[in-house]
């Protein structure tokens, strides 16, 4: 009796639910129970300390809203699609985001950009830093929203305080001039404290035209580009010659 309240006093009140159940089990397993009490404890707090990294992650990653989950581990390296694996290897330190870099992936649709974006991102998750995903096209329709109802500053800031900022289909979206004002005020945040990462089929020296205003155009390619690890994808759709599987290619 008295191990079942030191249980729920664990669980309930101290929110201890890893070590309570590692608890638990040590009193099922009679293997564990031959274990010597410094033991027993040491392996009661590892179960708790790797829940609440699996649960942070858990909602580090419900946070984020990736549009898929991808992990580093699973890029496939044998399709001839100009994907240099010392570049991903390194990129998937998070090294960059420490130093407040950005990546640029393009290429054509469906050789896996959104996927690759995706899998550095939910690697920013695993090493705890804050992420969030957006369309460019959502995200300036966020933006268009929340000035017309007042709430333009606490979007501003909730982006500005992720480490990591996927910006998924650059110029598949026309601007207004005010979506281009705000994507620099975003860019600006985040020049020398945070990190961007951009997908987009178009190439980087059609950026400015794309952008249309010449001196926001600069502003922003000026704090984008020149701090940023590019990656030039190439080839035909992954989803046609891998028979469209949603696993390996998303976009």
């Given at each position: 009796?008295?191990?079942k ?9 101290l929110k201890?639910k ?5 608890i638990?089990d040590?009193?099922k397993n009679?293997?564990?129970q031959?274990?010597?009490f410094e033991?027993r404890?040491?392996?009661?707090v590892?179960?708790?300390?790797n829940?609440?990294?699996s649960?942070?992650?858990d909602?580090?990653?419900?946070l984020a809203k ?10 496939d ?12 290897s ?6 960059w985001m420490?130093?407040?870099?950005n990546v ?8 896996g ?15 705890g830093?804050s ?9 300036l ?6 000035y017309g109802?007042g709430?333009l ?8 305080k992720a480490?990591l900022?996927i910006?998924d289909?650059?110029?598949?979206a026309?601007?207004?001039?005010r ?12 020049t ?5 990462l951009?997908t ?6 059609q950026w ?9 155009a ?12 590019r990656i ?13 599987n ?5 976009e």
């Amino acid at each position: 009796m008295l191990i079942k309240q030191t249980l729920e006093k664990l669980s309930i009140d101290l929110k201890m639910k890893g070590m309570a159940q590692a608890i638990e089990d040590q009193c099922k397993n009679k293997s564990l129970q031959s274990l010597d009490f410094e033991e027993r404890l040491g392996l009661a707090v590892d179960a708790e300390i790797n829940d609440r990294d699996s649960r942070k992650l858990d909602r580090s990653l419900r946070l984020a809203k990736f549009k898929t989950i991808a992990c580093p581990e699973d890029i496939d390296y044998r399709a001839k699609r100009g994907l240099n694996k010392q570049v991903m290897s390194n990129l998937v330190t998070c090294d960059w985001m420490v130093k407040a870099q950005n990546v640029i992936i393009t290429g054509p649709t469906g050789v896996g950009k959104t996927w690759l974006s995706c899998a550095l991102g939910v690697q920013a998750a695993r090493k705890g830093y804050s992420v969030i995903y957006k369309r460019l096209s959502r995200l300036l329709e966020e933006l268009e929203i929340a000035y017309g109802d007042g709430s333009l500053v606490k979007l501003r800031n909730k982006i500005s305080k992720a480490t990591l900022l996927i910006l998924d289909d650059w110029a598949l979206a026309p601007f207004t001039e005010r979506g281009r004002q705000e994507l620099l005020e975003i860019v600006d945040d985040r020049t020398g404290s945070g990190s961007i990462l951009i997908t987009s089929q178009l190439p980087v020296d059609q950026w400015h035209e794309y952008l249309g205003e010449a001196t926001i155009a600069d502003a922003i390619l000026d704090r984008l580009v020149h701090r940023a690890h590019r990656i030039e994808l190439r080839g035909e759709s992954m989803r046609k010659t891998q028979g469209l599987n949603e696993d390996i290619v998303e976009e």
